[in-house]
């Protein structure tokens, strides 16, 4: 899947001289938690509600509530923003999104094209896509099972649910406890946990966990 199939948008914007609370209050109207800084159609740095949090004084300040207003309200986005942005392209695989993410610390990449922002991606999309990858919303009898790597594994698995009469709903390959097997994790239908037992046993290594949900 590509990122296009999943990204937010449209994508809600702000101009560097917005002040910070300005910029919160629109962050928690919109329910978002990050926000694109935008000038002239030039992306010049994303700004999350941490950072905007982060911005105003502690509990422990001696400062009276006037003067904390004061200050906090001449405090602009553009100053507490994050410059160095890493952006993707509407065609990046949703995996490779991912992976800057993780690798990156970010919660949040910005999609362009032809230097507009068009999108964005973010770590709750992506919890929403796990959610379907994994049919979760869905019932059925559910596995996660140790298979060998070896060449026609799957082929056998796939045959197995579907000579007991069942069907795939979801399906996801995870890296083993070594290069010669594999974590797979599936939920199928039509099938009770003891016909689905019965017919994978043979085809995998272990099976770790089994329920109907």
Not at 15 to 22: A, L
Not at 113 to 140: P, S, W, Y
Request: glycine letters at 6%.
């Amino acid at each position: 899947m590509l990122v296009k199939r999943c990204m937010s948008q449209p994508v809600i914007t702000v101009q560097p001289d917005m002040s910070v609370p300005d910029c919160l209050k629109l962050m928690q109207r919109e329910k978002i938690r990050r926000t694109p800084i935008i000038e002239n159609g030039r992306l010049l740095g994303i700004v999350s509600d941490k950072d905007l949090l982060n911005a105003s004084p502690s509990d422990a300040t001696s400062l009276s509530i006037w003067e904390i207003n004061y200050l906090v309200n001449r405090i602009k986005v553009k100053d507490v923003m994050t410059t160095n942005v890493f952006t993707i392209t509407e065609d990046t695989p949703i995996e490779e999104a991912a992976r800057i993410m993780a690798d990156k610390k970010v919660g949040g990449l910005p999609v362009v094209k032809n230097g507009d922002v068009i999108g964005l991606i973010t770590e709750t999309d992506l919890f929403k896509l796990l959610v379907d990858l994994m049919g979760a919303r869905d019932h059925g009898v559910r596995v996660t099972a140790v298979a060998s790597d070896a060449v026609g594994t799957l082929a056998k698995l796939s045959k197995a649910i579907a000579d007991g009469g069942g069907s795939f709903i979801a399906f996801g390959e995870f890296s083993g406890d070594s290069s010669a097997n594999r974590i797979v994790a599936f939920k199928v239908q039509h099938m009770n946990e003891t016909a689905v037992r019965a017919a994978i046993e043979p085809v995998v290594e272990e099976i770790i966990d089994i329920r109907t949900d």
